[in-house]
């Protein structure tokens, strides 16, 4: 064998070994800097702040005390808008009233209790802008029973005029604040009701007075969850049978210079007169 090719193999041989002595060196660095980066995070743990939780689960009308409440750690970064940060200051200024059900170890916020003094009424449950007004129901028209305080509803009026009798929707998706004289958003057993309490705006609530006046009023339960406002129309007995609605026209000779057309169009005053835009 040559000199010059052991040289050569020599040569690789070394260039091979400083590769991966090299390699080897960056690796051990690599993995030095991953374990001081994780144990300087262990050593500074994630800020944090005292806030008020639920030592058990409270209901509406409850009284807070300070055995129904603790203070845990909570992510400074993740304290929830309302929070209270110690029971002392909860409790101070006067008493408290639960409003909305409060599970064990949620965060007490303020709008799910009452201004400190302050008495678990109706009105504590009004948001701000909104008022509640109450309609008379029955076993019928208040859904069999089934809606119950803080489900949404549509308020539908039926009337008779001039012997012609509609249906149409007068409201859409109205909080129910109350069923006769319970607000209890907990409660799920359903029961009879002889008045519902809405909240509504003020015009919503002018619309409603207005429509109860004139004719009967219904509730249509809404799925949970469903907000979303629907386009809808007045119903009147022509749309009940679309045959007679159908029947109920007349013939229109239109003349155009020498030629004569003949139309068949509906008699004023039914809703597919409207359509056509003729009367």
């Known amino acids: 064998m040559r000199a010059s090719t052991i040289v050569m193999i020599c040569f690789a041989v070394l260039f091979g070994l400083l590769a991966v002595f090299i390699a080897q060196a960056w690796l051990n660095s ?5 374990m001081k980066s994780l144990e300087a995070q ?3 743990p994630a800020a944090t702040k005292n806030i008020v939780v639920a030592a058990k689960p409270l209901r ?5 005390s300070a055995d129904l409440l603790r203070e845990i750690p909570w992510s400074q970064d993740a304290v929830p808008k309302g929070a209270f940060t110690s029971i002392s200051e909860i409790l101070s200024g006067g008493k408290r009233v639960v409003l909305a059900p409060i599970e064990a170890n949620e965060p007490v916020l303020s709008l799910k209790v009452t201004g400190a003094g302050q008495r678990a009424t109706l009105s504590s449950l009004v948001e701000n802008g909104m008022k509640a007004v109450t309609i008379r129901v029955n076993d019928v028209e ?3 029973g089934f809606v119950l305080p803080g489900d949404r509803v549509d308020v539908v009026l039926t009337r008779t005029e001039k012997d012609k009798a509609s ?3 007068v409201l859409q998706n109205a909080r129910l604040l ?10 799920d057993k359903p029961a009879v009701a002889k008045a519902v309490t809405l909240e509504v705006s003020t015009g919503q609530a002018q619309r409603v007075w207005l429509a109860s006046s004139v004719g009967s009023l219904s509730l249509l339960l809404r799925k949970a969850g469903e907000t979303n406002a629907e386009s809808t129309k007045r119903i009147t007995l022509s749309d009940l049978d679309g045959q007679a609605a159908a029947t109920d026209t007349r013939r229109v000779i239109v003349t155009r210079g020498l030629t004569k057309q003949e139309y068949s169009v509906p008699v004023e005053g039914t809703e597919a007169s409207k359509g056509f835009g003729l009367f």
């Open 30 to 34: 690599q993995a030095e800097m991953r």
């Open 42 to 44: 262990k050593t500074t």
């Open 60 to 64: 509406y009308g409850m009284q807070l």
């Open 142 to 144: 208040g859904v069999g």
């Open 167 to 169: 249906t149409e929707i």
């Open 178 to 187: 109350a069923v006769d004289q319970s607000a209890v958003v907990s409660s």
